[in-house]
Nanobody, 121 residues
Framework: QVQLMESGGDLVQPGGSLKLSCAAS????????MAWYRQAPGKERELVAN???????RYADSVKGRFTIFRDNAKNTVHLEMNNLKPDDTAVYYC???????????????WGQGTQVTVSS
């Protein structure tokens, strides 16, 4: 069974920093495309950042220059470093994987349960 577990969400002041982490199991992590999404109250879930199996990255315009996504294939983890946080960054942040299961079968989409980030003074 594929499992994703996020951690690192917290309450921080504007201008502060946080590092989110996502630990994956049950997938061939080195072949998986990973992403961070977020969903604020009353808004649709939006893509924040991607990191692909070849380590290429993409970012939403709203976070470019402030957030950094990176992965550690040896530890089956993906991280999101968030700097200069703004109140509009407040959301539940979700880790997503697309890749093959270690048990076999076609690749699929898998989601974590989310971690709350609140930016407020």
């Amino acid at each position: 069974q594929v499992q994703l577990m996020e951690s690192g969400g917290d309450l921080v002041q504007p201008g502060g920093s946080l590092k989110l982490s996502c630990a994956a199991s049950g997938i061939i992590f080195s072949r998986a495309a990973m992403a961070w999404y977020r969903q604020a109250p009353g808004k649709e879930r939006e893509l924040v950042a991607n990191i692909f199996s070849g380590y290429n990255t993409r970012y939403a315009d709203s976070v470019k220059g402030r957030f950094t996504i990176f992965r550690d294939n040896a530890k089956n983890t993906v991280h999101l470093e968030m700097n200069n946080l703004k109140p509009d960054d407040t959301a539940v942040y979700y880790c997503k994987a697309y890749g093959p299961r270690r048990a076999g079968g076609p690749s699929g989409d898998y989601w974590g349960q989310g971690t709350q980030v609140t930016v407020s003074s």
